[in-house]
């Protein structure tokens, strides 16, 4: 069985340029959510998808938007980017249909933006 | 407003000593806590969920207690080891969301 798994590791852009990130969820899980972390913080909600459609979304603006497929992997899109978005960028899966109970995270994306 | 607090911010104790991690929440109405280990600049790794119905959960060395009416969790960690040393963060889920919305972390060291 595999894990999360989230790509890129690092990433550094700059202000105004936009960033896509993706996460693998584990094996057999079909919701992805989507957290930022920024630095001596606790994540943030972002968003979280079932089944290839958003189910709840946090206090962030429509700049941050996703995407989930049909294998149930996931895309983070940030357009227009600030210097506040520079954080740890982590991804979860879990399984509705196992009650969604235990949320499994990813190792995360580290994303600067200068 | 739900939101999650852990105290003390960090914690500092010698190898071997018992401890436990503080975690509160304002709303009694929790479908479930989750506690998890975060390594320095790496991913969450879970160690154990609570359901609302449920009052306590152990793993090894690690119990995790629940206490909706009084709005509080704890993490008991006995006979620490130097391994023990990262962040610990508490996450609650409230109502029937997919959301978990963490406190801000006990950064624990334990020193050899």
């Known amino acids: 069985e595999t894990g999360v798994t989230q790509s890129p590791t690092h990433l550094i852009k700059t202000r105004g340029q936009q960033v896509t990130l993706r996460c693998s969820s584990q094996s057999g899980h079909n919701t992805v959510s989507w957290y930022q972390q920024a630095l001596g913080q606790g994540p943030q909600f972002i968003f979280q998808y079932y089944r290839e459609e958003e189910n709840g979304r946090g206090n962030f603006p429509p700049r941050f938007s996703g995407l989930q497929f049909p294998n149930y992997s996931s895309e983070l899109n940030v357009n227009a980017l600030e210097l506040d978005d520079s954080a740890l960028y982590l991804c979860a899966s879990s399984s509705m249909l196992q009650g969604g109970d235990t949320q499994y995270f990813g190792p995360g994306t580290r994303l600067t933006v200068l | 407003k739900q939101e999650v607090t852990q105290i003390p911010a960090a914690l500092s104790v010698p190898e071997g000593e018992n401890l436990v991690l503080n975690c509160s929440f304002t709303?009694?109405?929790?479908?479930?806590l989750q506690w998890f280990r975060q390594d320095p600049g790496k991913g969450l790794t879970s160690l154990l969920l609570i359901q609302s119905s449920q009052r306590e959960q152990t793993s090894g060395r690690l119990n995790a207690s629940l206490d909706k009416s009084s709005g509080r969790s704890t993490l008991y960690i006995a006979a620490s080891q130097p391994g023990d040393s990262a962040t610990y963060l508490c996450?609650?889920?409230?109502?029937?969301?997919?959301?978990?919305?963490f406190g801000q972390g006990t950064t624990l060291q334990v020193k050899p």
């Open positions: 709303d009694s109405a929790i479908y479930n």
């Open positions: 996450a609650v889920r409230f109502g029937n969301t997919g959301k978990l919305i």
